[in-house]
């Protein structure tokens, strides 16, 4: 999620997002950041409205991409909205049961249900202002005590993560990527962190997952590979990767996710294995 706006409508760094589900009736859904602002929480509202919008159906996950995309942080732009709308995609069938046959899917759709379902969302926002320092979103939310996990909108830095392990809530945030910054502000100590200027080559985000999706965009995009491969003497059972003129569709390669494929086939100029629909 960002914070104030280029006047471009970019935002080249974001305010850092944690949430989490209460177990209140009246406030269901818990934020957090590491930076806040009245134009803050107006981006908050906003965006939770694009959310409900998409999930009861009023809104296509293309076109709520489309919209939140400048602001999300994701860089490139084009990249920001292919993630984001394969995002909205898969809380949209969650939220219309698709995943109730899997671990945790029914609960998961009854806690969407919960704080969508009200116009407009409620929440609670448990950022945690100071003067000096920040304290991240994700441990203000773990020092509130928010139950379950803990969604961050990039992996979670080093200190983040010990504050977890402190708390024997590893398991509930996503993940880390191990750097650590200057004045990161431990939640309750107030305790901050002095440290040099930060510089890093790590990947703050994390990865696609491997689930597939049913994508808004998936007609588009297969009208696309009919052209490229007429373009270039295909088949139509060769679009999307045949083996052998088979027909087939090949399978990923041992060790590479499908995430990986659609970069590598971006870079060579081909179309991704699968027939377009991936997340």
Same mark, same amino acid.
């Given at each position: 999620?960002?914070?104030?706006?280029?006047?471009?409508?970019?935002?080249?760094?974001?305010?850092?997002?944690?949430?989490?589900?209460?177990?209140?009736?009246?406030?269901?859904?818990?934020?957090?950041?590491?930076?806040?602002?009245?134009?803050?929480?107006?981006?908050?509202? $906003? *965006?939770?409205?694009?959310?409900?919008?998409?999930?009861? +159906?009023?809104?296509? &996950?293309?076109?709520?991409?489309?919209? #939140? %995309?400048?602001?999300?942080?994701?860089?490139?732009?084009?990249?920001?909205?292919?993630?984001?709308?394969?995002?909205?995609?898969?809380?949209?069938?969650?939220?219309?049961?698709?995943?109730?046959?899997?671990?945790?899917?029914?609960?998961?759709?009854?806690?969407?249900?919960?704080?969508?379902?009200?116009?407009?969302?409620?929440?609670?926002?448990?950022?945690?202002?100071?003067?000096?320092?920040?304290?991240?979103?994700?441990?203000?939310?773990?020092?509130?005590?928010?139950?379950?996990?803990?969604?961050?909108?990039?992996?979670?830095?080093?200190?983040?993560?010990?504050?977890?392990?402190?708390?024997?809530?590893?398991?509930?945030?996503?993940?880390?990527?191990? $750097? *650590?910054?200057?004045?990161?502000?431990?939640?309750?100590? +107030?305790?901050?962190? &002095?440290?040099?200027?930060?510089?890093? #080559? %790590?990947?703050?985000?994390?990865?696609?997952?491997?689930?597939?999706?049913?994508?808004?965009?998936?007609?588009?995009?297969?009208?696309?590979?009919?052209?490229?491969?007429?373009?270039?003497?295909?088949?139509?059972?060769?679009?999307?990767?045949?083996?052998?003129?088979?027909?087939?569709?090949?399978?990923?390669?041992?060790?590479?996710?499908?995430?990986?494929?659609?970069?590598?086939?971006?870079?060579?100029?081909?179309?991704?294995?699968?027939?377009?629909?991936?997340?």
């Amino acid at each position: 999620m960002p914070g104030e706006y280029n006047t471009d409508r970019s935002f080249p760094n974001p305010v850092v997002t944690a949430v989490g589900f209460t177990a209140q009736d009246e406030y269901p859904l818990a934020i957090a950041h590491n930076a806040t602002s009245d134009r803050q929480k107006a981006v908050d509202a $906003e *965006r939770l409205e694009v959310l409900r919008k998409t999930l009861k +159906g009023e809104m296509t &996950p293309h076109d709520a991409a489309c919209r #939140t %995309a400048p602001s999300s942080g994701f860089k490139p732009k084009d990249r920001a909205q292919e993630r984001l709308e394969k995002d909205y995609a898969k809380l949209r069938n969650t939220f219309r049961g698709v995943d109730d046959g899997k671990v945790g899917g029914k609960e998961f759709r009854a806690q969407l249900a919960q704080v969508f379902n009200g116009n407009p969302v409620q929440y609670v926002d448990h950022t945690i202002a100071v003067n000096r320092g920040a304290v991240h979103g994700e441990s203000a939310l773990l020092a509130e005590s928010v139950p379950g996990l803990i969604g961050v909108s990039k992996l979670s830095c080093g200190d983040c993560s010990d504050y977890a392990v402190e708390l024997k809530r590893s398991m509930d945030i996503r993940g880390t990527h191990g $750097e *650590r910054f200057p004045g990161w502000q431990h939640p309750t100590s +107030g305790q901050i962190e &002095p440290r040099a200027r930060f510089t890093s #080559t %790590a990947n703050q985000f994390p990865d696609d997952s491997d689930s597939e999706v049913e994508l808004e965009s998936q007609a588009r995009g297969t009208a696309d590979d009919l052209a490229r491969a007429k373009g270039s003497g295909q088949s139509r059972t060769d679009v999307g990767g045949s083996s052998g003129g088979t027909g087939e569709p090949s399978r990923p390669s041992k060790g590479m996710g499908r995430g990986q494929m659609r970069r590598k086939a971006r870079r060579n100029g081909e179309a991704m294995p699968g027939s377009g629909v991936d997340s």
